[in-house]
């Protein structure tokens, strides 16, 4: 084996060899473009590329979860460079940097059988489950436009983006299923939960927004696209909102060559599992979160 080096990513092309190994392991998901991750560049978030014998064999990530107080670790290994230590010193170099950051906590999510395997060797204990569900999109109607409310693009209506954080995601996000409160700021909301204004849509009352839903383009496979954040205020829940967005994003999908969306949703939020379910969404893969308490321990 090789020795195993690391070096930080900081130029496009090392932006784009981090994205190489990102979607080499996990092609089923749509990655941030190479301008998105520059964006997200903070203090305190470090992306890392492991190289052996001149070449990138892995990539990691060790940056502040949307969960308050943990921090998210992402160890990847190209399947062709597994097994031979890449993952373990990546993984350790991650956690190095959380703790150094003052996290107690670290977690991921896993989506194989190897891959829970490895966590599990480290101490990561299983803490909830997303399952992903599909629909594919072929002629999809645009629904009436509601009388009581009325749905808009944050395209057209961008001053908007901000009330809805406060409108619909603060009141919302502690209703996600999920092992630790939801810890999202302004600054976060703005530039992570929407990539394309003219996809995300807002359901809105006056100057007033209730409900949110949209899509995350994919750069790479532009035929698919991810949903984006769903939820609905709860004073208008019950009175189909969610279901009047998801068909306007659908339809919108379907007149910009988009073939199919997906959504992970997780366990404990039936009412979206049922709501996807009714609109036609079918179930794919299982991914595993997982969780272990700061610092692990590595064999010497």
């Given at each position: 084996?090789?020795?195993?080096?690391f070096r930080p990513v900081e130029s496009e092309r090392d932006y784009e060899d981090w994205r190489a190994v990102?979607?080499?392991?996990?092609?089923?998901?749509?990655?941030?473009?190479?301008?998105?991750?520059?964006?997200?560049?903070?203090?305190?978030?470090?992306?890392?590329?492991?190289?052996?014998?001149?070449?990138?064999?892995?990539?990691?990530?060790?940056?502040?979860?949307?969960?308050?107080?943990?921090?998210?670790?992402?160890?990847?290994?190209?399947?062709?460079?597994?097994?031979?230590?890449?993952?373990?010193?990546?993984?350790?170099?991650?956690?190095?940097h959380a703790v150094a950051q003052g996290y107690q906590v670290a977690g991921c999510s896993v989506d194989d059988?190897?891959?829970?395997?490895?966590?599990?060797?480290?101490?990561?204990?299983?803490?909830?489950?997303?399952?992903?569900?599909?629909?594919?999109?072929?002629?999809?109607?645009?629904?009436?436009?509601?009388?009581?409310?009325?749905?808009?693009?944050?395209?057209?209506?961008?001053?908007?983006?901000?009330?809805?954080?406060?409108?619909?995601?603060?009141?919302?996000?502690?209703?996600?299923?999920?092992?630790?409160?939801?810890?999202?700021?302004?600054?976060?909301?703005?530039?992570?939960?929407?990539?394309?204004?003219?996809?995300?849509?807002?359901?809105?009352?006056?100057?007033?927004?209730?409900?949110?839903?949209?899509?995350?383009?994919?750069?790479?496979?532009?035929?698919?696209?991810?949903?984006?954040?769903?939820?609905?205020?709860?004073?208008?829940?019950?009175?189909?909102?969610?279901?009047?967005?998801?068909?306007?994003?659908?339809?919108?999908?379907?007149?910009?060559?988009?073939?199919?969306?997906?959504?992970?949703?997780?366990?404990?939020?039936?009412?979206?599992?049922?709501?996807?379910?009714?609109?036609?969404?079918?179930?794919?893969?299982?991914?595993?979160?997982?969780?272990?308490?700061?610092?692990?321990?590595?064999?010497?």
């Amino acid at each position: 084996m090789g020795e195993i080096v690391f070096r930080p990513v900081e130029s496009e092309r090392d932006y784009e060899d981090w994205r190489a190994v990102r979607l080499a392991v996990q092609p089923y998901e749509r990655c941030p473009s190479v301008a998105e991750l520059q964006k997200l560049a903070k203090p305190g978030r470090l992306l890392v590329l492991a190289v052996m014998d001149g070449a990138v064999v892995g990539s990691g990530m060790s940056d502040h979860s949307s969960e308050a107080a943990r921090a998210a670790v992402k160890p990847r290994v190209r399947p062709e460079a597994r097994r031979r230590g890449a993952g373990t010193e990546l993984l350790r170099a991650l956690t190095e940097h959380a703790v150094a950051q003052g996290y107690q906590v670290a977690g991921c999510s896993v989506d194989d059988e190897d891959s829970l395997a490895f966590a599990d060797h480290f101490g990561f204990t299983e803490a909830n489950r997303q399952v992903e569900q599909l629909r594919r999109i072929g002629t999809e109607p645009w629904p009436e436009q509601p009388t009581a409310y009325r749905i808009v693009t944050v395209a057209e209506r961008p001053e908007l983006w901000a009330k809805a954080y406060e409108q619909v995601a603060v009141p919302t996000l502690p209703d996600l299923d999920v092992p630790a409160p939801m810890d999202v700021s302004a600054e976060e909301w703005e530039i992570e939960w929407i990539n394309d204004p003219a996809a995300m849509f807002l359901a809105v009352v006056g100057d007033d927004v209730i409900g949110v839903a949209g899509l995350m383009l994919d750069t790479d496979q532009p035929e698919r696209a991810e949903v984006a954040y769903t939820a609905v205020h709860p004073d208008w829940r019950g009175k189909s909102v969610a279901a009047t967005l998801k068909r306007t994003s659908m339809a919108w999908a379907a007149e910009h060559g988009i073939t199919e969306i997906y959504t992970w949703t997780q366990r404990g939020n039936e009412n979206m599992r049922r709501l996807n379910e009714h609109l036609g969404f079918t179930y794919g893969i299982v991914s595993v979160d997982v969780r272990a308490k700061l610092p692990l321990q590595f064999a010497e």
